[in-house]
């Protein structure tokens, strides 16, 4: 049973910390999204991914998030320097996309929960 | 994307019928209706998407309305684990662009299935 995994599962760090969240999406899936979910906003989109190449990162703090994809089978999640209200949990998806821009379903990971003190 | 509305939450006897709906009155006509669902701790689970006809698979079915401005996504038969929120989402299948499957989720509707 094909899924996406997610590491670490757990992550507590100190404000101004690095932290790296991996992610290895479904093999053959050539779509990735990373969410953020808290409390308060609920579900987020923070970048995603198709063939490797960014598509839209619109949804992150760019000045202290960045993604990439170094390959197909793993996507990161990198915090720097860590704070607070990044406390939450980071979800990845992966599914496929056709051409034309047709999918369907995202499967998604269990999370990693970030917690930062 | 079209915006949807859902109850916050609901209540389903075990082993009952749950029905949950969904407004999305201003959907367009390439619009599709997708639902997920999150079982506390859990990433969301896809559970099933349609455009305008009933659809149906092993975890549920899907009732759109003949006008397509609600929707209701329907368990046969409830069981403990399906106490979960839940998600209708609505959004083109061809979005090409910076719009490769994105989903943008609301709040859900928190089905409580009791005993």
């Known amino acids: 049973d094909a899924r996406v995994t997610q590491t670490p599962r757990h992550k507590v760090t100190e404000m101004g910390q690095e932290v790296t969240m991996r992610c290895q999406p479904i093999?053959?899936?050539?779509?990735v999204f990373w969410y953020r979910q808290t409390m308060m906003q609920g579900l987020e989109l923070l970048a995603y991914?198709?063939?490797?190449?960014?598509?839209?990162d619109s949804g992150m703090p760019k000045d202290r998030f960045s993604a990439e994809m170094p390959d197909a089978t793993l996507a990161t999640l990198k915090i720097q320097p860590s704070e607070p209200r990044d406390s939450a949990v980071y979800f990845c998806?992966?599914?496929?996309?056709?051409?034309?821009?047709?999918?369907?379903?995202?499967?998604f990971g269990p999370g990693t929960r970030l917690t930062v003190t | 994307d079209a915006k949807t509305t859902q109850p916050p939450s609901m209540d389903c006897a075990e082993g009952r019928a749950a029905n949950l709906p969904c407004n999305h009155s201003?959907?367009?006509?390439?619009?599709?209706v997708y639902w997920y669902r999150q079982i506390h701790s859990q990433g969301p689970q896809y559970i099933i998407h349609?455009?305008?006809n009933n659809e149906t698979n092993e975890m549920a079915s899907l009732i759109i309305t003949e006008d397509r401005k609600s929707s209701t996504l329907i368990l046969p038969h409830a069981t403990l684990r399906d106490t979960a929120v839940y998600y209708c989402?609505?959004?083109?299948?061809?979005?090409?662009?910076?719009?490769?499957?994105?989903?943008?989720f609301g709040q859900g509707t928190i089905l409580t299935v009791h005993p």
């Open positions: 989402i609505v959004r083109v299948l061809n979005a090409g662009g910076t719009s490769y499957g994105k989903l943008t």
């Open positions: 093999l053959g899936h050539n779509t």
């Open positions: 349609g455009l305008k």
């Open positions: 991914f198709r063939n490797r190449a960014p598509l839209d």
């Open positions: 201003t959907i367009s006509g390439n619009e599709y």
């Open positions: 998806a992966s599914g496929k996309t056709g051409t034309s821009g047709s999918s369907y379903e995202q499967y």
